[in-house]
């Protein structure tokens, strides 16, 4: 049971360049996230969705973009990427319960813009 | 939408002594209060959360405490250890349409523990 994984681990990017980072959970979870964290601010919440092929924007979502084709997966894709989008960026996953369920996170990817 | 304010965000304390996190937020709907650790370099994990019908809830070293009048809530770490050290992350949520939930995250606070 691997639970939340992130592939890459880390990315160097040029200005102008895309990217798609994947997430994927192995706990049948509903509920997916995508994360942002830079220094002094915390975690971010860019995009989320609550099952299979919806999404939904969250906080910081400009400049990014996601999709949710299998229950399993969740991907956030960078159309042009830009030195401000230089971040760790957090994958988490939690279930759907009468009662509030704790989110899981995976490792992150460290990815850098130049 | 949800505003969640967390205080100190660098906290430095000698090894034995007890750390006090404290957050504040600004939603009287918000019912699910959980805590996160992150050690440098690793991913969040949840350490220990509160629901809104319980005031204070304990384990092993580790409490926290919700005044739902006041709006805040607070992690007590007591007979801390160098292990300790990490950034904490608090975060409240309501529940939405469907069951679903999205937390908001206070920014962190940096723990330091000294030998």
């Known amino acids: 049971n691997a639970g939340v994984t992130q592939t890459p681990k880390f990315r160097v990017l040029k200005t102008g360049q895309s990217m798609t980072l994947l997430c994927a959970q192995d706990?049948?979870?509903?509920?997916m996230y995508w994360y942002r964290q830079d220094p002094g601010m915390g975690l971010r919440l860019i995009h989320y969705?609550?099952?299979?092929?919806?999404?939904a924007k969250g906080e910081v979502p400009d400049g990014y973009n996601v999709s949710r084709l299998k229950k399993q997966n969740f991907l956030l894709g960078l159309e042009s990427a830009a030195p401000s989008q230089t971040s760790v960026y957090f994958c988490?996953?939690?279930?759907?319960?009468?009662?509030?369920?704790?989110?899981?996170f995976g490792d992150g990817t460290r990815l850098s813009i130049l | 939408g949800e505003n969640v304010e967390q205080h100190p965000s660098t906290l430095s304390v000698q090894e034995g002594d007890s750390a006090v996190i404290k957050c504040t937020y600004s939603?009287?709907?918000?019912?699910?209060f959980p805590w996160y650790k992150q050690e440098l370099g690793k991913r969040p994990q949840l350490i220990i959360d509160?629901?809104?019908?319980?005031g204070e809830k304990k384990d092993q070293r580790i409490a926290v405490t919700l005044n739902k009048t006041a709006k805040h809530f607070s992690l007590h770490i007591t007979e801390t250890q160098p292990e300790d050290s990490a950034v904490y992350f608090c975060?409240?949520?309501?529940?939405?349409?469907?069951?679903?939930?999205?937390?908001?995250f206070g920014r962190g606070t940096s723990l330091i523990v000294h030998p």
């Open positions: 939603d009287s709907a918000s019912n699910y």
């Open positions: 509160i629901r809104s019908n319980v």
């Open positions: 988490a996953s939690s279930p759907r319960g009468g009662l509030h369920q704790p989110q899981h």
């Open positions: 975060a409240a949520s309501m529940s939405r349409t469907g069951g679903s939930y999205i937390p908001t």
């Open positions: 706990m049948n979870h509903e509920y």
């Open positions: 969705s609550v099952g299979e092929g919806t999404t």
